[in-house]
């Protein structure tokens, strides 16, 4: 098997077993810990800590590490996060957020860094296309990736239908769910009862399992890459050059435009998986559920990811972000138009599966978007991708408790059509710096931001 290739595939299944204790884990925190709003607060908390992360960390410890060491490094504060679920409480799930939040910008500015490397390593090697190698190992990434989130609920969902808190839902109850639910921290009394202790823990301890692998995995199987970048990196740098570096990147216009963009991916993950999942699925079908609906959105998400991978180069990034939009609008519509009714159980997973397309355009083309515009500094740029996404996720947990569910549906979509406005901006500025030239030639002149190519 090629190197890089393999490679590829070692960070694939290391984030495939630590994200599904992760995935798991988050979708189930509306609804597992909705006391206080505990669960949906430490989401908050955690993706605040990432803003803050990615602002300083990623540069600094990538350069002092590597990439294999600062993925293998910060897979360890996913763990820690798994470990304080077992007590769910302010004093354990808000620390073990943070730590989570503070390892999460340089495991995938690594991540993203990595693939990106290793893929132009290989398109020069190969003499191919560095954009299309890229695309296909994140592709490949994505593909195996988000398959977590189908094993990670399907966990929580065997393990938790178990419960025998579970019975029928009364009409009264399922006049509080939907778009215009009544903003209570348990939704009803029967569906979203909180399972037993035994069965938690049992949850629990094959996360923990999970995100342990996954840090062997990488310890013993992945190569260490090399790069232009890492080489002068072996220089000290001061602290808080790092961190002006990542905001120095944002007088790149093209950077700015892409903010909304970026923020809009933790907008629509956090909405599908602390609202839709608690004020429509756990409310009107029971926790249980949660997983499978999940497993659908992750499911779908995987195989999108994989196709949309390889075909990017054949219809263009345009094209998909453009159906992306669509259905995502469509599914945001239909949300605030349906009320959840057990007896159209279909409904509860066409929505998740139609948003698992959508999100599976957002995911790849975004990260391939910022690898491709970004060549010449792709730490500082995958490390904004990381911040203002983890800004989407801070401000929509921030409000998850506060708003009904129809107001954040029309937030979501008020965030999408600002984000296609600058996306759209950004591509027009693509073609007005080089209108038919070629990626390559620019290349060879030395032009700045080399490989503007339309997916």
């Not at 399972?195 to 199987?221: C, E, H, M, N, R």
């Not at 933790?266 to 999942?277: H, I, P, T, V």
Request: glycine share 8%.
């Amino acid at each position: 098997m090629e190197r890089n290739l393999k490679n590829v595939l070692v960070i694939s299944f290391g984030f495939l077993l630590l994200f599904t204790a992760y995935s798991g884990l988050q979708s189930l925190q509306s609804s597992l810990n909705a006391e206080e709003g505990l669960g949906v607060a430490s989401l908050s908390v955690l993706y605040a800590a990432l803003t803050l992360s990615s602002m300083f960390l990623p540069p600094i410890i990538i350069k002092k590490l590597g990439c294999k060491w600062t993925i293998a490094v910060s897979m360890c504060c996913y763990v820690a996060y798994s470990l304080g679920n077992f007590y769910a409480s302010w004093y354990t799930l808000i620390p073990t957020s943070m730590i989570l939040g503070l390892g999460g910008a340089p495991l995938w500015s690594a991540k993203c860094t990595y693939l990106t490397i290793a893929g132009t390593l290989y398109a020069e090697k190969a003499g191919k296309s560095a954009k299309d190698i890229i695309n296909q190992y994140f592709g490949i990434f994505f593909l195996v990736f988000q398959t977590s989130g189908v094993w990670g609920n399907l966990i929580s969902s065997l393990i938790l239908s178990q419960s025998s808190n579970q019975g029928e839902i009364s009409e009264e109850d399922l006049e509080c769910c939907g778009a215009y639910d009544c903003l209570t921290d348990t939704t009803n009394s029967t569906g979203s009862e909180r399972p037993s202790d035994s069965l938690i823990y049992t949850l629990l301890g094959v996360y923990t399992a999970s995100g342990v692998l996954a840090v062997l995995l990488v310890i013993i199987f992945l190569d260490q890459i090399k790069s232009d970048q890492a080489e002068t990196g072996k220089e000290k740098i001061p602290f808080w050059s790092t961190f002006l570096a990542t905001l120095r990147h944002l007088k790149d216009k093209r950077q700015c435009l892409l903010i909304p963009l970026t923020m809009y991916s933790g907008f629509e993950q956090a909405f599908l998986s602390g609202d839709f999942s608690k004020s429509f699925v756990t409310c009107a079908l029971g926790i249980q559920y949660v997983g499978y609906m999940m497993i659908c959105f992750a499911g779908i998400n995987s195989l999108c990811s994989l196709l949309f991978g390889k075909i990017s180069q054949f219809t263009g990034r345009k094209l998909l972000f453009a159906l992306a939009a669509v259905l995502n609008t469509s599914c945001i519509i239909t949300v605030l138009l349906w009320k959840p009714d057990p007896k159209q159980l279909a409904v509860f997973f066409v929505i998740p599966g139609l948003w698992g397309v959508s999100d599976a355009v957002w995911q790849t083309q975004t990260n391939a978007l910022y690898g491709i515009l970004f060549e010449k500094n792709k730490e500082a740029a995958f490390a904004n991708y990381r911040l203002w996404e983890s800004v989407g996720f801070v401000i929509a947990f921030a409000y998850s408790t506060k708003l009904q569910v129809y107001i954040k549906a029309y937030i979501v979509l008020s965030v999408l059509v600002l984000s296609m406005l600058t996306y759209g901006a950004v591509e027009y500025l693509e073609a007005k710096s080089s209108p038919g030239t070629p990626a390559a030639t620019k290349k060879e002149n030395g032009a700045p931001h080399s490989q503007e190519t339309h997916m």
